[in-house]
């Protein structure tokens, strides 16, 4: 059996820096040396591929570890900052059944012919692994608001959807009552007016035309109002009767019965001249 690598390959290797981690100096040096068809680096030589992991666990680990548990050893290269990539093909006619199995681990500074680079990866400390588990806690966290935000959307808008339509039916209804209402008042105006209003079908539509109520009948002008002398001349015709009804004790000379007859009474002819101004004098005599 061949060994792994030729021999005087490992004077030609380039050594890592002296502050390199132990674990990934072991981990480089095993993948340099390893038999490719077990473990070896990426075409790129940016990452490293196990191929067949039951033969690395029990031929291989146990060379630069004191074990043969792969789940170990995946886990310190997880303290050490690699990620596990996944080989998954995007056709399924690009799927092989060979390179399925394989798994590959990467680190930006891990890389083939670059030793150097090891002292940069460091073991991630307590409170790195809390730190990179809170951030995981917090993307978990992330991912639950968001489903409970797309649910609560959902929510609100069906609630919306139903409240708008609970809005329209009513306002439908109060409408329609409106109209039945109106359509009321306008037969009792009628009715109240004696104004005939149109079919039923048109009582909405077309409003009724108000007859405005009639007004009342404006007062008679007042009569003719007589002149000066006719007033002067019934006043001391009414004057005289009522004293001739009702006489007073007289405090100075009283009228004579002919005197008092003299005064024609409203509404009668009155004399001739000559009979006019006889009882003028006696009305003066008195």
Known sequence: MAMWPPSGSLTDMPRPAANSSLHTVETYHMIDRCDPTIATWSINGDNFIIKNVECFSSKILPQYFKHSNFSSFARQLNFYGFRKLKAEPILTADFDAQTASYVRFYHDKFQKDKPELLH????????????????????????????????????????????????????????????????????????????????????????????????????????????????????LSRVAGMRLAHPSPAVGPQPSTAAAEAVPALGEKRPAEEDLSAEKSRLRSV
Do not use: W
């Not at 990179?132 to 968001?146: G, T």
């Not at 929510?155 to 109106?182: C, G, P, W």
């Not at 306008?186 to 079908?201: C, D, E, I, M």
């Open 120 to 235: 940069n990866i460091k073991r991630a400390t307590k409170s790195d692994q809390q730190s990179k588990d809170d951030v995981e806690s917090l993307k978990a966290e992330i991912s639950q608001l968001k489903e409970c935000i797309s649910t609560m959307s959902a929510d609100f808008d069906r609630k919306i959807a139903e409240m708008s339509y609970q809005f329209n039916h009513r306002v439908a209804t109060m409408s329609s009552e409106f109209e039945k209402l109106a359509a009321l008042m306008q037969q009792s105006h009628a009715a109240a007016t004696g104004v005939s209003l149109p079919s039923a079908t048109h009582a909405v539509s077309a409003p009724v035309a108000i007859q405005p109520a009639p007004q009342a009948q404006a007062p008679p002008p007042p009569p003719p109002q007589p002149s000066s002398s006719s007033t002067m001349l019934q006043s």
